[in-house]
């Protein structure tokens, strides 16, 4: 039998761009904002200079004449201020203006050479398939259980570690010391018990469980492994088994209403 290949490493390429820069926040205070007002058209109020990315810079608020309203008639110059100054929440508070200009600068956008990364492929887990195939082959196992006529081999630490039922059942004190206990379930059928089972090592539920059942022997066989879930503290369980009775309910719905 030839052996399996195993996935290689998968060599990936890549590099980035880091750009340098230079940022500076210049705040501009404007005292007595009212007297600036109506000082004519053109004039401007200049900030000091700031350097920032080997430019001087500096804040320049102007004033403009507004749109005329009659031939030959203008209306007084307004100060000219971007459009979010304008709204009146950002208005002059106390006849002083705050301005905060920031400003950045890109210097340089280096792309170094491409690199090489090498990603080696991870295989998903399998450790429900292993605890799947130690329950079939009963390897280890030291407790059993008596379903009417049938007999169940299992371990009770997995029991223990997935079933806080099964663990105080198997490490309480009605079971005392006994190395390798046998214990009886009643009120459950032993096929519902070995699916059961299945799931506590698996987490899931046989695929061909229920291919040889029509529906309404499928939504039976459902129902009781809801009960033996609910019984054994099986909470991811449950909620499979009830999504899948509300889905049989759905579809029936469905089926009523296109009927009728």
Same mark, same amino acid.
């Given at each position: =039998?030839?052996?399996?290949?195993?996935?290689?490493?998968?060599?990936?390429?890549?590099?980035?761009?880091?750009?340098? *820069?230079?940022?500076?926040?210049?705040?501009?205070?404007?005292?007595?904002?009212? !007297?600036?007002?109506?000082?004519?058209?053109?004039?401007?109020? &200049?900030?000091?200079?700031?350097? #920032?990315?080997?430019?001087?810079?500096? #804040?320049?608020?102007?004033? *403009?004449?507004?749109? &005329?309203?009659?031939?030959?008639?203008?209306?007084?110059?307004?100060?000219?201020?971007?459009?979010?100054?304008?709204?009146?929440?950002?208005?002059?508070?106390?006849?002083?203006?705050?301005?905060?200009?920031?400003?950045?600068?890109? $210097?340089?956008?280096?792309?170094?050479?491409?690199?090489t990364m090498f990603d080696i492929e991870v295989p998903p887990s399998d450790l429900s398939d292993n605890l799947g195939k130690l329950l079939e082959t009963q390897k280890g196992t030291d407790v059993t259980?008596?379903?009417?006529?049938?007999?169940?081999?299992?371990?009770? *630490?997995?029991?223990? =570690?997935?079933?806080?039922?099964?663990?105080?059942?198997?490490?309480?004190?009605?079971?005392?010391?006994?190395?390798?206990?046998? #214990?009886?379930?009643?009120?459950?059928?032993?096929? *519902?018990?070995?699916? !059961?089972?299945?799931?506590?090592?698996?987490?899931?539920?046989?695929?061909?469980?229920?291919?040889?059942?029509?529906?309404?022997?499928?939504?039976?066989?459902?129902?009781?492994?809801?009960?033996?879930?609910?019984?054994?503290?099986?909470?991811?369980?449950?909620? $499979?088994?009830?999504?899948?009775?509300?889905?049989? !309910?759905?579809?029936?719905? #469905?089926?009523?209403?296109?009927?009728?």
């Amino acid at each position: =039998m030839a052996a399996s290949l195993r996935p290689g490493p998968r060599r990936k390429t890549m590099s980035r761009c880091s750009p340098e *820069i230079d940022r500076c926040v210049h705040v501009f205070e404007i005292d007595r904002y009212s !007297l600036h007002k109506g000082s004519g058209a053109g004039r401007y109020i &200049r900030s000091a200079s700031f350097a #920032v990315g080997g430019h001087d810079w500096c #804040v320049c608020v102007r004033e *403009i004449l507004a749109p &005329r309203r009659r031939p030959g008639r203008n209306q007084r110059p307004r100060f000219h201020l971007p459009q979010a100054l304008e709204q009146k929440r950002h208005r002059a508070v106390d006849d002083r203006l705050v301005i905060e200009c920031d400003v950045t600068v890109i $210097m340089k956008t280096p792309v170094p050479e491409s690199g090489t990364m090498f990603d080696i492929e991870v295989p998903p887990s399998d450790l429900s398939d292993n605890l799947g195939k130690l329950l079939e082959t009963q390897k280890g196992t030291d407790v059993t259980f008596k379903v009417k006529h049938e007999f169940f081999h299992a371990h009770k *630490i997995v029991l223990a =570690m997935r079933s806080r039922v099964f663990e105080a059942q198997i490490y309480g004190p009605l079971l005392g010391d006994n190395d390798k206990p046998c #214990v009886t379930i009643e009120d459950m059928e032993p096929s *519902i018990f070995k699916t !059961l089972l299945h799931f506590i090592y698996t987490d899931s539920l046989p695929a061909t469980v229920m291919d040889d059942l029509d529906g309404d022997e499928k939504e039976e066989r459902v129902k009781h492994l809801l009960v033996a879930a609910d019984r054994y503290a099986m909470e991811r369980m449950k909620l $499979m088994c009830e999504s899948m009775l509300c889905k049989r !309910l759905s579809a029936e719905s #469905v089926h009523h209403c296109s009927s009728s």
